[in-house]
């Protein structure tokens, strides 16, 4: 069993910046595909950034050149830095576990998922 926690979300203007950090238990972190996920009120949950257990990385278009996905085995965690926020950014941002090690995009390909953090962008 892994559990994931986000942290970091908030309240944030337009064109600024937030972090985000998801910690996960279990000694086979390294082993994990790993992804960011977002939910809008009213929107399915989308794809955002995914980062293999190589370290390879995938970014959905919306976000590409603002946000950049990393993680840190040693620590077990992963992190999303979001720069020049957009409020369509505003969302529920979800981390997720892929077992499989592979870069994800789909949310039935990933095993484990956190309970969220809201992250609110002002106009």
């Known amino acids: 069993q892994v559990q994931l926690v986000e942290s970091g979300g908030g309240l944030v203007q337009a064109g600024g910046s937030l972090s985000l950090s998801c910690a996960a238990s279990?000694?086979?972190?390294?082993?994990?595909?790993m992804g960011w996920f977002r939910q809008a009120p009213g929107k399915e949950r989308e794809f955002v950034a995914a980062i293999s257990w190589s370290g390879g990385t995938l970014y959905a278009d919306s976000v590409k050149g603002r946000f950049t996905i990393s993680r840190d085995n040693a620590k077990n965690t992963v992190s999303l830095q979001m720069n020049s926020l957009k409020p369509e950014d505003t969302a529920v941002y979800y981390c997720?576990?892929?077992?499989?090690?592979?870069?994800?995009?789909?949310?039935?390909?990933?095993?484990?998922w956190g309970l969220g953090t809201q992250v609110t962008v002002s106009s």
């Open positions: 997720a576990a892929n077992t499989g090690g592979t870069i994800a995009t789909m949310t039935w390909e990933f095993d484990y």
């Open positions: 279990g000694r086979t972190f390294s082993r994990y595909g």
